[in-house]
């Protein structure tokens, strides 16, 4: 009788024993529709690899917002694929397309948004005008002659509502913002924020790279993860200054918010090739901001391209993310994991506390090296665009009504 109470003491020992270990170890859960009952809709656009950077713009002027990514355009609602240059057969698990970054602008000012394309870091940035409804491929029209950082962005960094292009320029290592110039068929004009040589975050594949007021003086800065350079009063200047600050490994977009809301700004960061997203948190100083790193996820890796926006309706930004598919090759860490796409819903549940709750959106698709948030179908909700290895998808917001008690 005593050794049978000896056994089932050992089982009982050893279950729980099992549960606690895995206890430790669950894995965060997706929590898709428990915030306002967001959920979205998964439209497969095309399944085929056709570019890693991926836009949106009504092109063909039916009032319908397409998509554009790279080689190719899609005519919304029924995704009919156009031409808008030679298109290339690419092997995502040997290499990668012709399009690393894509964005839509109306360039010439003709009302006709065109496409903006840089191949890969280190390649010329080209511009391909509409052709307006017309038969053939858009004629293409060098911006500048080399490209660098893996993060080239297109934001309003002089604050008045016109996105602008900035990104790295080699051989001179410098890290420059462009405008449109007078003569359409020429080199744009480059405005540089820091002349070099080989200023820090202009290498070919440099990582990181961010636009944000950092000390609350109004103008937009210009942030790599080395430090950030100070927005003068007229952007034409040249060579910033520059504040150097500790934001982390390498990453992908690094973006600016009140995180806290204790009134500055704070910084949020991911990894491109490895795994964690970070939120830096600004800390008072006399002469310059520091910042104090906290960990927000790192279940998954390769999350090459993040965006701030509210995803939910409640007046807070959340993020976006998700993983940049054999980013290379399957080499990176995790990178043979599943292509998840998340949001995260930003809480904060007391003054100065702060949490980014887990959504998850798809496990077979992800992001690309950059993706594109927009109201597709005019419901006055975020949609999602991605275009990667894993094909051009949309994700449509829908959300379940709540009943009223």
């Known amino acids: 009788m005593k050794t049978k109470w000896v056994f089932l003491l050992v089982v009982l020992v050893f279950f729980c ?17 428990t915030s306002n009952g967001v ?41 009919k694929m156009h031409e808008v240059r030679p298109v290339g057969q690419y092997d995502g698990s040997k290499g990668y397309s012709q399009c690393f970054i894509n964005f839509a602008q109306d360039v010439n000012r003709d009302g006709w948004v065109d496409s903006i394309i840089i191949g890969f ?7 391909y005008e509409n052709p307006k409804n017309k038969p053939g491929h858009w004629k293409q029209r060098m911006v500048v002659n080399s490209a660098c950082n893996e993060t080239p962005l297109f934001v309003d960094l002089l604050g008045n509502g016109n996105p602008v292009l900035i990104f790295a320029v080699r051989p001179q290592g410098l890290m420059a913002w462009f405008s449109v ?11 540089a924020i820091a002349a070099g040589p080989d200023a820090p975050g202009t290498k070919k594949y440099s990582h990181g790279l961010g636009v944000g007021d950092v000390n609350g003086d109004g103008r937009n800065d210009v942030l790599i993860k080395e430090g950030w350079w100070q927005a003068p009063e007229e952007r034409t200047d040249s060579n910033w200054e520059f504040h150097p600050a ?12 009140d995180v806290d809301a204790d009134g500055d700004s704070d910084v949020i960061t991911s990894s491109a090739h490895n795994y964690g997203i970070w939120w830096f948190e600004q800390l008072p100083e006399k002469n310059a901001p520091k910042f104090k790193q906290h960990l927000i996820f790192k279940e998954f890796s390769q999350t090459h391209a993040i965006r701030l926006v509210d995803i939910n309706g409640d007046g807070v930004k959340d993020l976006v993310t998700g993983k940049r598919y054999f980013a290379h090759q399957g080499n990176d860490p995790g990178g043979h994991e599943p292509a998840v796409l998340y949001w995260f819903e930003l809480r904060r549940p007391k003054k100065g506390q702060v949490e980014f709750i887990p959504h998850k959106i798809d496990d077979n698709s992800g992001v690309g090296t950059q993706f594109k948030i927009a109201d597709m179908n005019g ?19 829908r959300r379940r009504k709540t009943s009223r008690r």
């Not at 500790?246 to 918010?257: F, M, R």
């Open 17 to 33: 024993s099992v549960s606690a270990a895995t206890a430790q170890v669950r894995p965060v859960r997706s929590k898709t529709a």
């Open 39 to 79: 959920r979205f809709r998964k439209i497969v656009v095309d399944k085929t690899f056709r570019a890693e950077g991926v836009a949106v713009g009504d092109v063909n002027h039916d009032g319908k917002i397409d998509i554009l990514a790279g080689d190719v355009w899609y005519a919304a609602p029924d995704w």
């Open 121 to 127: 870091p280190g390649d010329p940035c080209w511009w």
């Open 181 to 191: 110039p007078s003569d359409l068929d020429g080199l744009w004009d480059m405005h």
């Open 246 to 257: 500790n934001l982390g490994p390498d990453c992908a977009d690094i973006l600016v918010y």
């Open 379 to 397: 419901d006055d909700r975020p949609d999602i665009v991605t275009s990667n290895k894993k094909g051009v998808h949309v994700f449509l917001q």
